[in-house]
């Protein structure tokens, strides 16, 4: 079940959690794999759950940073420029995240020598402890940025392929342009299959 809404929650977010909800939540749906690579458009989407966006179609590079889960430090993705980054979208109270996160650092520990950065976006945990312990539970060493109320998911721009699902996974390039999205729980066979391409494209 969706967490309960609070008064802190913009007029935005409300929207943007009303748009996911029809998908975010139960991370039940069937995936297919679309590809975009002509046309005019930035990106065509599937009738599944992933989307990959050719490297002559990719949009600007997606410019986001702020407080990272421990609340000491600051995490700017400008930073992992030249590296692949994977930017999941969690929350300790969603239950496919629970069953996604163990394949997340097992392809972490993976793909690190290749150039690839992990960065987890805890979302509407509105207290820190469980999202802790979630990140303890399941052993992440990757960063996690903190983000009880949605406003850095809605820093992605408008028409992009944003996270509109919880879980969500965004694959960037090493410009830092999204390259796929999975709007779905991910095991660790599919994310690596998303990877591969992005990973084996020429700096």
Same mark, same amino acid.
């Given at each position: !079940?969706?967490?309960?809404? $609070? =008064?802190?929650?913009?007029?935005? !977010? /409300? ?7 029809? !998908? ?11 590809? =975009?690579?002509?046309?005019?458009t930035?990106?065509? *989407?599937?009738?599944?759950? /992933?989307?990959? @966006? ?12 702020? *407080? ?10 400008? %930073?992992?420029?030249?590296? &692949? @980054?994977?930017?999941? &979208? ?8 629970? %069953? ?18 992990? @960065?987890?976006?805890? $979302?509407?945990?509105?207290q $820190? ?24 998911l ?7 392929l944003?996270?509109? %699902? ?11 342009? /999204? ?22 494209? *020429?700096?």
């Amino acid at each position: !079940m969706r967490p309960r809404l $609070t =008064s802190r929650l913009t007029t935005s !977010m /409300i929207v943007a959690v009303a748009a996911a909800s029809a !998908m975010a939540l139960s991370g039940c749906s069937s995936s297919s794999t679309t590809s =975009s690579d002509s046309g005019n458009t930035s990106f065509v *989407k599937g009738t599944g759950e /992933i989307t990959t @966006v050719a490297a002559a179609h990719r949009g600007a590079p997606i410019a986001l940073s702020g *407080k990272a889960l421990d609340g000491k430090t600051t995490i700017d993705l400008a %930073a992992y420029r030249g590296k &692949v @980054v994977v930017i999941n &979208v969690w929350g300790s109270w969603c239950g496919p995240c629970r %069953a996604e996160a163990g394949d997340f650092e097992k392809v972490y520990q993976a793909d690190q020598a290749k150039g690839v950065q992990f @960065v987890g976006i805890d $979302t509407r945990d509105l207290q $820190t402890d469980e999202a802790q312990a979630f990140v303890s539970d399941h052993q992440l060493t990757y960063p996690n940025l903190y983000d009880p109320d949605g406003s850095l998911l809605l820093k992605f721009p408008e028409g992009s392929l944003d996270p509109q %699902a919880i879980p969500s996974t965004l694959v960037l390039d090493r410009e830092g342009r /999204i390259a796929a999205r999975a709007l779905e729980p991910l095991l660790a066979s599919q994310l690596q299959q998303i990877l591969a391409p992005v990973i084996a494209e *020429k700096p």
